[in-house]
């Protein structure tokens, strides 16, 4: 007799992952001649990224008489929490939950919903398509995918133009994160049914352009990166060429998460003259001289305030080293005058709970001026 | 020193699966404490899918000094291929490879290219998004998502409307594996861009309506199954409501593969005032009486080739008991006097390098009169 609920999350007619009545989880994997299962929650690199309700620690799983290794989890919140299981060593995927691009993979999974509608839930509201668009880098020598968030409203009003938000993920993560892990879709449906968000596109597109044999971009990014170029030559002409988008600074917006947070820095001021907001989320910590990072551009706090409508900080204080780095950054900024909004989210880590409510927070700012 | 390439479905940075230069295949997965590793090709139901060019038996791996195992097959030829690897008796998906949803998860599949461009790569023509679109389903009570391919020139020609083209994934896929595994996007782009194929709007949405606890339809599905009523009362509907359809039966066509193409056939001979055109791919054998199966309308030749401008059919000859089932069930159409359109692929089985094939030959039939 099961109990509890299979997680919405799960695949089709997986009865685990589990949420039972009072909050915990439990996981369930079939592996009849493996000596040592582990639950293993996946929260990127521990040394920064601190830990949210499923913590930082292998779970130990038992095994029953037929094979089947189980664990059932302390109680934690609603929201998103990926995992993978290790048997014997190897990591792999829950066959039973949905999967997000992390890691450089696909990787489980499990949704742990609330009884109230969240901001993230699909709701009974205009929904917009979420394109998959193809197009030719001539910088990479690659065919390349963007998805491309459209408003409701847009094919039904074909002559009205609209801003475009560039929404960047973290490392190891790919174009579809923000929306598998992100539900940057559904968050922006409902901003804009119920009038708190401007209609606008939101692109997602894949932030790792590195050459081939390095794993990931420096950190940060050099200036004058494959995907500076990407970005400002490729990407931006190509989105305002496909859409009907209002192709100026005013109505041109950056935010990325973790890497994607250090691709916004570099990239939006670096060019100031093709984006009036940046949302910065999660950045690891990096050197950081006010005077010389970024050009020096920070230095100049008329200039950037005049030229930035919206400078946009977030993280969350369970990942303290990401937060205590962007503590420090801001207070360099106080020290200069550059003006910006910080919004922290108490006991939250590196995690999807933590951008999606970021986003939540950001968007409804954007293009207001 | 490695030898050979990548394949190009690997995940960022992963060296294996590699393919050599004579068309031999070598994986790798570490797992220094298994006893047994076997690479699994993936042929969902062996007993009527036969098998492809990777065989039907797993490949035992040998382990080396570092705890990888390793193991090189014979050469196979160009496509797709979806396998798994089985350590100690549990399955796991190869983390350096690409996924789709098959097996009810996302499983790792390798493309192995060839040097001539082929119809199913990406080429340097006009490409049509594919669109994640969500919608209300009052029928089973979820929200609910469709993959719609949208041709290029759409947004270029906003008062042309199109034909529309229903495509249905089998058993255990879902609505984006005609995409991930059948690359229909590109089929349909390189087929258009030539002049081959007539613009239409191709929708891929989730067959899989059964109710909970059902883990797939019957087979046949039973008149009046879920997805009947959503395909006919929500899914047209709601297609017609949200693109510029042509919205009469003439421009409406349905295919589908293996479980998709019971679905096809059934919905399709009970709604002949809703599709003109119908493409039946890798149909699992059924009992099949001209005079009674689907209402009996198939004995009616006049009636039926009045109606259905097109009766398409595909097979491979190594998926031998689906083969023989469609050809059995052809030789009843002949007796009676229904038109149709056969074609057969030798040495394919129940795989997406036929499905591909079945669409490209199938797409530019479409809507002729």
Redesign the interface.
């Known amino acids: 007799m099961l109990t509890g609920i299979a997680a919405p999350s799960n695949?089709?007619?997986?009865e685990f992952p589990r949420i039972l009545p009072d909050g915990r989880l439990v996981f369930r994997?079939?592996?009849?001649?493996?000596?040592m299962v582990q639950l293993v929650p996946m929260m990127g690199k521990p040394e920064y990224n601190g830990y949210n309700a499923l913590g930082r620690q292998p779970y130990d799983m038992t095994r029953d008489q037929d094979g089947f290794w189980m664990v059932t989890t302390p109680p934690v919140g609603p929201g998103y929490y990926e995992y993978t299981f290790l048997?014997?060593?190897?990591?792999?995927?829950d066959?039973?939950s949905a999967?997000t691009f992390s890691?450089?993979?696909?990787t489980s999974h499990i949704e742990v919903p609330v009884r109230e509608p969240t901001f993230y839930d699909?709701h009974?509201v205009p929904?917009g398509?979420?394109?998959?668009?193809?197009?030719?880098s001539t910088l990479t020598g690659k065919?390349r995918r963007a998805l491309?968030y459209?408003p409701a409203e847009y094919?039904a009003n074909?002559t009205r133009r609209y801003p475009v938000l560039y929404l960047q993920h973290g490392g190891?993560q790919n174009e579809t994160s923000w929306?598998t892990g992100g539900k940057a879709?559904f968050i922006l449906d409902n901003l804009i049914a119920a009038g708190q968000a401007l209609p606008m596109l939101v692109v997602m597109d894949n932030g790792?352009t590195f050459p081939p044999?390095l794993?990931r971009l420096p950190d940060p990014p050099p200036a004058g990166n494959p995907f500076e170029r990407v970005m400002i030559n490729e990407i931006i002409p190509m989105i305002d060429a496909?859409?009907r988008t209002i192709p100026d600074q005013a109505h041109r917006a950056m935010a990325g998460l973790s890497m994607g947070a250090h691709q916004t820095l570099q990239i939006t001021l670096a060019h100031l003259d093709v984006f009036s907001h940046i949302g910065v989320f999660s950045p690891a910590p990096t050197e950081f001289d006010v005077k010389t990072t970024y050009g020096g551009v920070l230095a100049n706090a008329a200039e950037i305030n005049q030229q930035v409508r919206l400078f946009w900080w977030g993280a969350g204080t369970a990942e303290p080293a990401i937060y205590q780095g962007v503590k420090y950054r801001l207070a360099r900024l106080d020290e200069v005058g550059v003006k910006y909004v910080f919004r922290e989210w108490p006991g939250l880590a590196h995690e999807w709970r933590l951008w999606r409510r970021a986003l939540h927070d950001l968007a409804p700012r954007l293009f207001r001026g």
């Open positions: 695949n089709p007619n997986a994997v079939q592996a009849p001649l493996a000596r048997i014997d060593g190897v990591v792999m995927m066959l039973g999967t890691g450089n993979h696909e699909v009974n929904h398509d979420v394109r998959q668009h193809w197009y030719n065919w491309v459209i094919d074909p190891t929306v879709n790792s044999g794993f496909t859409y």
